[in-house]
C-alpha cells in the first residue's frame, strides 16, 4: 500500500467530481437544458478554484490519469457546444439570409 498525500485524496475526489460534472453538462447538452448547462458551468468554475491551488508537481499516477480523463471530457464537451451553436448560426441565417456586414457611413458633424 502507499503512502497517500494530504493533497492526493482531496485532488483525486476532486477530479472525480469533475468527470461526472462534465459527463452531466454533456447530457444537457443533449438535452438542450439551459439550467443543466448553468450549473454545471457553476459547478465547473467552483471545483477549478479548488483545484487551483494544486499543482501539477502533486499528480500520481491516479490523478494523472484522472485529469486527462477530465480534459479529454471537457475538450468533447466543448466540441458540442461548437457544433450546437453553428447550427443555431445557420438556422438564424436561413431566416435572415445571409450576414451582411453593416456599412460604415460618415457625416459631418452638425454644430
Known sequence: MTAITMSEAPMAAS?????????????????????????SAREKEALCDKLAGLGPEVLDGETRVLAETARQLNEVNRRVR???????????????GPRRMPRATYSTARI
Do not use: F, K, P, T
Not at 15 to 20: D, E, K, S, T, Y
Not at 82 to 96: C, K, P, Y
Open 15 to 39: 477530479l472525480r467530481q469533475m468527470i461526472a460534472v462534465l459527463q452531466a453538462e454533456r447530457q444537457a447538452l443533449a438535452a438542450l437544458d439551459a439550467d443543466g448547462l448553468i450549473g
Open 82 to 96: 461548437n457544433l450546437l451553436a453553428a447550427n443555431v448560426a445557420a438556422r438564424i441565417e436561413a431566416l435572415g
